[in-house]
């Protein structure tokens, strides 16, 4: 059974940092992209962060770019979203995905791109 599970959410001031994880289990995505997208109520699920297999390319939402950094370790099969200058725009539910093609190119940005995916872990920035 393949899962994805998200960590690190909370709550946290505005101007603070987290730092969210998710590990994968159940097979590996060492040759996957792995993106992070959030997704607020009753808004849609939206970008915001996507890394390549090796980690080599990344591509961020303008909303998120100079502020958050994703990273991912292959060993530990784990991708990690670092969040800094939290704003309270930022609250959501976070979601960590995996593309299901392992055809090298540049990481998708698109919900549809993505096969798998974790349940989410709340992240709330207060005022």
């Known amino acids: 059974q393949v899962q994805l599970v998200e960590s690190g959410g909370g709550l946290v001031q505005a101007g603070g940092s987290l730092r969210l994880s998710c590990a994968a289990s159940g097979r590996t995505f060492s040759r996957n992209a792995m993106g992070w997208f959030r997704q607020a109520p009753e808004k849609e699920r939206e970008f915001v962060a996507a890394?390549?297999?090796?980690?080599?390319?990344?591509v961020y939402s303008d909303s998120v770019k100079g502020r958050f950094t994703i990273s991912r370790d292959n060993a530990k099969n784990t991708v990690y979203l670092q969040m800094n200058s939290l704003k309270p725009e930022d609250s959501a539910v976070y979601y960590c995905a995996a593309e299901g093609t392992t055809v090298q190119r540049r990481p998708a940005t698109s919900v549809s791109e993505y096969d798998y995916w974790g349940q989410g872990t709340q992240v709330t920035v207060s005022s």
């Open positions: 890394i390549s297999w090796s980690g080599g390319y990344t």
